[in-house]
């Protein structure tokens, strides 16, 4: 990557490019330190040399549910102190966020870097959409289990059934 193409990525773009390699290389993880965003962005050199506002980036700027000042990115979604992941397609955000960016064009980011747009849409939005729309329906099994336990089923119906005519 020549030194013109490096600056010619946007701030924003190089942070979700980190965020999205991090997630991506750790798939087991859901969230990443502010921190290793800022390394992995330095590693991955997006944009030369790390410039200092990467971390401004991470911190404020791409954070959709926070307050605005001055960036308005969804790129990436505070989990915790200190705490980020990639932000997705129904998280909350701050409403002064919206219709912002959350992901990098193609003709913005280096070519190298398309596939991690393919992989963002595939698997990490649509694929775990997918797993929780499961896991909440799954994690509904048994949980009325105690409810009736000392209760003959028979005799539960009976009872709720008295004084009907």
């Excluded at 502010?34 to 590693?43: L, N």
């Excluded at 280096?110 to 694929?127: E, G, M």
Aim: aromatic share 8%.
């Amino acid at each position: 990557m020549t030194l013109e193409t490096a600056r010619s990525v946007r701030v924003a773009d190089e942070v979700w490019i980190a965020a999205a390699l991090l997630h991506r290389e750790n798939p087991e993880r859901t969230e990443f330190t502010v921190s290793e965003i800022v390394e992995r962005a330095e590693k991955e050199g997006v944009g030369g040399e790390l410039r200092p506002s990467v971390y401004v980036h991470a911190v404020q700027h791409c954070v959709a549910n926070r307050a605005p000042n001055p960036g308005r990115y969804r790129m990436l979604v505070e989990t915790g102190k200190n705490l980020r992941r990639l932000f997705r397609p129904g998280d909350s955000y701050h409403p002064e966020r919206d219709g912002s960016k959350t992901v990098p064009s193609k003709r913005d980011i280096p070519t190298k870097y398309h596939p991690l747009l393919d992989w963002y849409i595939s698997d990490y939005v649509l694929r775990r959409a997918q797993l929780k729309k499961e896991d909440s329906l799954l994690a509904l099994r048994g949980i009325g289990k105690g409810l009736w336990a000392d209760e003959d089923p028979d005799s539960y119906v009976r009872r709720l059934r008295e004084g009907w005519e």
